[in-house]
Each structure stands twice: as structure tokens, then as C-alpha cells.
């Protein structure tokens, strides 16, 4: 098993460069055009020339900018940091309007909460089902004890 750990250190190597290639921005790209840098990368991976090549004089890694990883002006106006939804001030106004249209739709229906109408025609349902049931249960087992299922 020993004996493949090379070969996968050397293609983790290989995959992590190329990766890493075509996600650099091509502003931060040094010495060579980014094609030339992935071309050199696919060619002589295999012998750890273009992956190492890559890291150690492809990429520039000085400190990055505080205000975002593009150095262009352009890209760091548009990043907006990530909040959490619960932190989030517009999803809490939406969660509080959708409240709200849900109430004022309850309201308008004349739903009166427990005791409204749709809730008597569920305790109505709910008593038909039960006492099928029970009838279901009983035709069972007079069936079981050889008797007619319905009763006659």
C-alpha cells in the first residue's frame, strides 16, 4: 500500500497546482501569461517541475489587500460581506411583513382560532373516521371468530 503513496502525493501536488492556477486571478499572476502557467502545470506535472514551478514563482503570494482577495477597484465595490439570516435586518423585515399578510389573510377569513369553523368540521371528520374505524375493527373480528362480517 506504501508503494502508491508517491503517486498519489505526486497527483495531489499536481491537482492542487492546477486548481489553484485556474482560480488565481490573472492580475495576480507572475512571470508568464495564466494559459502558459496551466499549460506548464498539465505538461510536466508528472515530474513535479510545473506544480512546484507554479508555487513557487506562478502566484504572487505577498499579503493580500483588507478589502477583498481582487485588487481592482471595480470588484471590491461590488463584495458584499455575508451576514447570517438572523442578522440579517432585510430577511427579518421580510419574515415580519409575511407575518403580518398572514395574519391580516386569517383576519379576513374570520378565523377565530380554536374555536373557529374549520376546526368543527375537522372534530366532525375526525368522529365519522373513528367510528369507521371502530366498525372496520368490528366486522374483523367477527370475521375472525367465523361469524357474518356484517352483523346480519
Do not use: Q
Not at 368540521?121 to 368490528?138: F, M, Q, S
Amino acid at each position: 500500500m506504501l508503494r502508491y503513496l508517491p503517486f498519489l502525493l505526486v497527483l495531489a501536488l499536481w491537482i492542487y497546482a492546477f486548481v489553484d492556477c485556474l482560480n488565481t486571478p490573472e492580475e495576480e499572476v507572475r512571470g508568464l501569461p495564466k494559459v502558459v502557467w496551466v499549460i506548464i502545470i498539465l505538461l510536466f506535472g508528472e515530474v513535479l517541475v510545473g506544480p512546484i514551478a507554479w508555487l513557487v514563482a506562478g502566484r504572487n503570494r505577498g499579503p493580500r489587500p483588507a478589502n477583498g482577495s481582487t485588487p481592482t477597484e471595480g470588484h471590491r465595490n461590488h463584495r458584499t460581506a455575508w451576514v447570517a439570516p438572523d442578522d440579517n435586518p432585510a430577511f427579518l423585515n421580510s419574515l415580519k411583513e409575511g407575518n403580518k399578510k398572514d395574519k391580516d389573510a386569517k383576519d379576513a377569513k374570520g378565523d377565530k382560532g380554536d374555536k373557529g369553523e374549520g376546526n368543527e368540521k375537522d372534530d366532525e371528520l375526525l368522529k365519522r373516521w373513528e367510528a369507521d374505524l371502530r366498525r372496520r375493527e368490528e366486522e374483523l373480528r367477527r370475521k375472525e371468530r367465523g361469524e357474518d362480517p356484517h352483523g346480519s
